[in-house]
């Protein structure tokens, strides 16, 4: 094993002394790569070669009766993303073994946003001085995650210097691949006592009662001839297993062949020539192809040369014993069990379930360390020094203590970004204390110009993204509102239009409650007019009370009494309906007659900047105004003082800047100023600034946005900006939007249809009692007659109504 030449030495002298018509064995890739040479002559099958540098393509007589390594990199990459890991370091084997898999193993982990800061090939043959080496340098580099890929028996040497020098302590993670699990349970118990915490992955092998047999097979076979500890079946012995059988029923299918005798010469190698040759499409390599049955570790069936992909993979945690801790499988993820038909069973992950014991006997995860040039090193954040506007960013000294603390807005995005990242970052923060240029239009420009030479590791702050900063640095993407605002002070005027009373309601709405107002007097007029003399009389007048009883519940009682319940419950309906219509008018005719316009702004007054501001900078070439000033505005009082002077009088009538700080200032002097947005220039906003190609831009990147979606960065921006929901577009404040017949449909909908039901059932009552008071008249008349006493007495003619009163 491991000795390719050696091995193709014993394949020669197969071929020549023994006629073989199939060789097994090859067991690692290098030979079998060198022993897939002579595939043109016999059929080369191998249990245990899974690099994804042998194929039939190459071979065509090369079997692979083991998994292709390619298959588990997505199981890897599953893994790695659900423990959060975003950066680790790759081990593995410099052979055909060891390199196979990078390539495809490095795709899936870039797919699921997983970067691999360094790789680490060690050789087979290494001795170890070389691993301990290797070792010392991923310690100096704070690496604490780490992928393993290499042979078992390079793997054993490997993990006890890792145990040796201190790596396999609480704050490491290391996952390896299957090369190594399936043989853990062959390996020493001091190499297993080294890998405590170590988790991997290994093909799932399906019970069933051909292994189970199998099993008892191989255990009693051990317990009779060898009277010591008995060695646990591994999936190789399985595969090799089937391999067999696969090749010995290929066989039996064929039937019997027949060979060339061996011609006598001194070069034995030429000998080769008198064997049988087997070209591609060979019967036997057919047959082993073609072939299909259930073996020790499942259903075996070649595609490509290859058995196919397992069902599952099982995820293993090495603590104390091997013990599988969840699995994997293609269309379901990661799982914690399967059922019996293999379909992931509907459980939490195995990062919820918290079962894997990590190396320390830790139960949390292992949180990725930021991997640094240099062991212990911590990131010099550069940070602004501002006299005003420290909500944004605000660095004090102790005279005392000699400490510097950092408060503000920024740098609490900053702090709640680097948490939210799936590994540590540990930093300082450094004012950029150069008081040469402090006050300088440059000290922004001056200050991401330390960071491309590398004086800081990232510059924090008030800081504008702008396309000449960022041909030297890269910008995470902005945490604040983008654009510039213009501050203008605001006057309180009143409307003179005569007809503004009639605004505040649009013309369909006002059609719609006239209409209401009718059909309302007219249902109740409906219901009271049989039975209440308030609502009697002629026709002129019964309209006139109509018009007048809906009209008048806008401003007092009506004096009509009503008698029915149902003519009530319109009138209660209605009135509710009413009073909504007259308060939300009340309301927005109060808001017509006094509005705050914007203070126009003439072509020849002065319009302001702050000194190092990136609006002024670009902002003047572009501007509508004759005069333009910078002005030293270092604090909200100097936005103030200057807008209240007014150019006349030295100051400003307006002063243009990034919308935080417009914000801030409105905040505090919303009765006097408001904003407007100019549309001739904008900004991006702020970002963070790092070095170009930094690792943790993208990062911090997906933690602000991710920080936004949450709705934290509202509450970060609230708790420094008590007034911060302010109208992006203050335009809006000098006009009042007049109130339609949408906003109203609910109360219009419910007032009718309350009228209509109401309309309706007094109108089958009455016909119902119209019918009533017919028949009494009818059975009453022959007893008037007989009982007349007087016949000269003037008849009096009761009506119906009476009737209907006197007998109910």
Not at 20 to 47: H, K, M, R, W, Y
Not at 69 to 98: P, T
Request: proline fraction near 5%; hydrophobic fraction near 40%.
């Amino acid at each position: 094993m491991g000795q390719p030449l050696k091995a193709l030495s014993s394949a020669v002298e197969l071929l020549e002394n023994k006629k073989v018509d199939a060789l097994i064995g090859p067991q690692t890739s290098e030979e079998a790569e060198l022993l897939a040479e002579l595939g043109d002559t016999v059929p080369i099958i191998s249990f245990s070669a899974s690099s994804p540098f042998l194929s039939q393509y190459k071979n065509p007589n090369f079997i692979r009766m083991t998994t292709n390594d390619n298959f588990q990199v997505e199981a890897i990459a599953a893994l790695v993303q659900e423990f959060g890991w975003r950066e680790l370091v790759m081990v593995h084997e410099d052979s055909s073994y060891g390199n196979g898999i990078i390539p495809n193993l490095l795709l899936a982990l870039e797919e699921g946003n997983a970067r691999v800061a360094r790789r680490t090939v060690i050789p087979p043959q290494a001795g170890d001085i070389y691993v301990e080496a290797q070792l010392y340098k991923l310690m100096a580099l704070s690496a604490n995650i780490f992928i393993v890929h290499m042979s078992a028996s390079l793997a054993s040497r490997f993990f006890l210097k890792v145990n040796e020098l201190g790596m396999m302590t609480t704050g490491y993670g290391w996952l390896v691949t299957d090369g190594i699990v399936n043989e853990l349970t062959a390996m020493d118990q001091s190499v297993l006592d080294s890998m405590q915490g170590v988790v991997g992955l290994r093909p799932y092998i399906p019970p069933s009662e051909l292994l189970r047999n199998f099993s008892l097979k191989w255990r009693h076979s051990f317990f009779t001839y060898q009277h010591h500890q008995i060695p646990q079946v591994n999936v190789y012995c399985l595969w090799a297993y089937d391999s067999v059988w696969a090749l010995a029923t290929a066989v039996h299918h064929l039937g019997p062949t027949t060979s060339v005798e061996k011609n006598d010469s001194a070069n034995k190698l030429a000998h080769l020539t008198a064997i049988p040759t087997r070209p591609t499409g060979s019967d036997l390599v057919r047959k082993i192809l073609h072939g299909k049955f259930t073996g020790l570790s499942g259903e075996i069936q070649l595609k490509n040369g290859q058995l196919q992909p397992p069902e599952a993979f099982e995820i293993v945690n090495v603590f104390g014993r091997v013990k599988r801790i969840g699995f994997w499988t293609q269309f379901d993820g990661i799982t914690t069990g399967l059922n019996r038909s293999t379909a992931a069973t509907q459980s939490p992950s195995v990062r919820e379930m918290g079962s894997i014991r990590w190396p320390g006997s830790s139960l949390a995860i292992p949180k990725v360390q930021r991997i640094m040039p240099k062991s212990g090193k911590r990131l010099r954040i550069g940070v602004p020094i501002k006299v005003g506007f420290k909500e944004l960013v605000g660095v004090e000294f102790d005279p005392v203590t000699n400490a510097t603390m950092v408060t503000g807005f920024c740098i609490d995005v900053f702090k709640a970004a680097t948490d939210m990242l799936p590994y540590e970052v540990k930093f300082d923060f450094i004012p950029f204390t150069d008081s040469d240029i402090l006050m300088a239009a440059s000290y922004y420009n001056d200050l991401i110009y330390r960071v491309y030479r590398q004086q800081y590791d990232a510059a924090v702050g008030d800081i504008t993204i702008m396309a000449n900063r960022s041909l030297y640095v890269d910008f995470t993407i902005p945490f604040t509102e983008t654009g510039v605002g213009m501050i203008v002070p605001i006057e309180t005027s009143r409307s003179t239009n005569m007809w503004i009373f009639i605004q505040p309601l649009t013309a369909d709405l006002w059609l719609v409650v006239g209409a209401f107002f009718i059909f309302t007097g007219w249902v109740v007029w409906t219901i009271e007019h049989n039975d209440n003399d308030e609502f009697e009389g002629p026709l002129a007048q019964q309209i006139g009370i109509v018009m007048w009883y809906s009209f008048s519940t806008l401003f007092f009682a009506q004096r009509e009494k009503l008698t029915s319940n149902l003519s009530k419950v319109v009138v209660i309906v209605w009135l509710f309906v009413v009073l909504i219509l007259t308060s939300s008018y009340t309301a927005n005719l109060s808001s017509m007659l006094t509005v705050h316009q914007l203070q126009s702004l003439p072509k020849g007054e002065s319009i302001g900047f702050p000194v190092n501001s990136p609006a002024g900078q670009t902002f003047l070439i572009n501007l509508p105004f004759k005069k333009h000033s910078f002005y030293p505005l270092k604090k909200v009082e100097d936005y103030a003082n200057a807008l209240r002077y007014e150019s006349r009088k030295g100051g400003v009538s307006a002063i243009i800047d990034e919308i935080p700080y417009v914000n801030l200032f409105i905040s505090k002097y919303s009765a006097e100023y408001t904003m407007v947005e100019p549309s001739y220039y904008s900004t991006k906003g702020f970002g963070f600034a790092f070095p170009k190609g930094d690792p943790l831009v993208p990062d911090i990147s997906a933690a602000i946005a991710q920080m936004r979606e949450e709705g934290k960065l509202n509450l970060i921006s609230q708790n420094w900006f008590q007034n911060h929901s302010l109208l992006r577009n203050q335009d809006s404040a000098t006009k009042v939007a007049r109130l339609d017949l949408y906003s109203f449909r609910g109360l219009f909908l419910i007032t009718a249809i309350t009228s209509s039901v109401a309309a309706i059932v007094s109108c089958k009552y009455l016909k119902k009692e119209s019918t009533n008071s017919q028949q009494h008249e009818v059975a009453d008349k022959p007893v008037e007659e007989k009982f007349s006493p007087v016949s000269d007495i003037p008849s009096r003619r009761i009506s119906s109504k009476h009737i209907r009163r006197y007998s109910y």
